[in-house]
């Protein structure tokens, strides 16, 4: 198999989710692993000067628009989170515990929170609604709520979102593959033709 | 014909030129007419608080490499201008008063302006490039060089963007149809589906 895909996402980030939800088959059908990468774009942002594109005039309102707009037009369900945007560490965290296990299994809890958030409009910043996410999935809650919290993974966190920045990921989502950067789910065309052909030359 | 769909460029916009080289041919698979309106995004920036995509930190490099990458992507030919961005009105000028002789003498003197800009590396800030450029495309240049120095052609150009602004106009390419908004050369599969298809329910 050639170079992974490497997926960069921010469990508030809407078009972050609807990536999320076709990555996967992208991968599967270029015949590249995909690994998923949980940041905080909340820390990216204060070196970047980025804002989020909800708070930005005219951008805001239009994104708004556009991402129930985009989800209908790729075929998923969205529902616009009553609390948005959320504090997202807790979930990061809870992603890089389930990884520990296998990269599926992180994958699996990734997609399950980003479900809770965007269709059943649940807080995933809440501890408690991640462990009842991740129990329905059949992980061990009780040892997620405990992991979640040591400075291990607090660390791990920070190591990875410092290394997303030393990448230059400044957006979500965000894809890095064969040294080349994408940004963006409406880049995932782009990112297909590039893995399928194997690049072009510009 | 169904209502026409709005195209909202900027001369100092990659993504604007590159689709301006496509929105004609989505209209005409879509059977519906394009209306070509050139704006100032500089204008509108100071109402929006928004700033220039290539001043942006990360996304500023970013952006770089992917007008040439994305314009590879489309087929289409792009040369990172030597001097950018520029200053536009001029050419803005140029193409209103192109249109008051036929919307499609409006769509040819924007498309090659963009094209000395964004292929031939010529400064179309300049006055006189403009003039050598519609008369390479048999306009009167003369004509065209009193024209927009006339304070019609400047109101007529400053009630032009105050108008986009009003229509919540906030980047370029931006489309306006059916009520609906697209911002972007990357919502043009959108675009096409939703001018196609008669919308979709969302």
Same mark, same amino acid.
């Given at each position: 198999m050639?170079?992974?895909?490497?997926?960069?996402?921010d469990?508030? =980030?809407?078009?972050g989710?609807?990536?999320?939800?076709?990555i996967?088959?992208?991968g !599967?059908?270029?015949?590249?692993e995909?690994?998923?990468?949980?940041?905080?774009?909340?820390?990216?942002?204060?070196?970047t000067g980025g804002?989020?594109?909800?708070?930005t005039?005219?951008?805001?309102?239009y =994104?708004? *628009? /556009?991402?129930?707009? =985009?989800a209908?037009?790729?075929?998923?369900?969205? *529902?616009?989170?009553?609390v948005?945007p959320?504090?997202s560490? *807790?979930?990061?965290?809870?992603?890089?515990?389930?990884?520990?296990?296998?990269?599926?299994?992180?994958?699996?809890l990734?997609?399950?929170?980003?479900?809770?958030?965007?269709?059943?409009?649940?807080d995933?910043g !809440?501890?408690?609604?991640i462990?009842?996410?991740a129990?329905?999935?059949?992980?061990?809650?009780?040892?997620?709520?405990?992991a979640?919290q040591? /400075?291990?993974?607090?660390?791990?966190?920070?190591?990875?979102?410092?290394s997303?920045?030393?990448?230059k990921?400044?957006? =979500?989502?965000?894809?890095?593959? /064969?040294g080349?950067?994408?940004?963006g789910a409406d880049?995932?065309?782009m990112?297909? !033709?590039w893995?399928?052909q194997g690049?072009?030359?510009?």
């Amino acid at each position: 198999m050639s170079n992974p895909i490497h997926f960069y996402f921010d469990f508030s =980030s809407p078009y972050g989710y609807l990536a999320a939800e076709q990555i996967e088959a992208l991968g !599967k059908r270029a015949n590249r692993e995909v690994i998923w990468h949980p940041i905080l774009l909340g820390v990216i942002f204060k070196t970047t000067g980025g804002q989020p594109l909800t708070m930005t005039p005219m951008k805001g309102d239009y =994104s708004l *628009n /556009d991402f129930n707009r =985009s989800a209908a037009f790729y075929g998923l369900t969205y *529902n616009a989170p009553t609390v948005f945007p959320i504090a997202s560490q *807790n979930a990061c965290r809870a992603v890089l515990w389930s990884q520990k296990q296998s990269a599926e299994k992180g994958k699996q809890l990734a997609l399950a929170l980003y479900r809770a958030f965007f269709v059943q409009d649940r807080d995933i910043g !809440k501890i408690d609604v991640i462990a009842d996410v991740a129990k329905a999935q059949g992980f061990d809650s009780d040892a997620l709520v405990a992991a979640i919290q040591t /400075d291990e993974i607090k660390n791990e966190l920070k190591t990875n979102v410092e290394s997303a920045i030393a990448q230059k990921v400044f957006g =979500s989502p965000f894809f890095i593959v /064969d040294g080349e950067q994408f940004w963006g789910a409406d880049r995932l065309p782009m990112l297909e !033709k590039w893995v399928t052909q194997g690049g072009w030359k510009y």
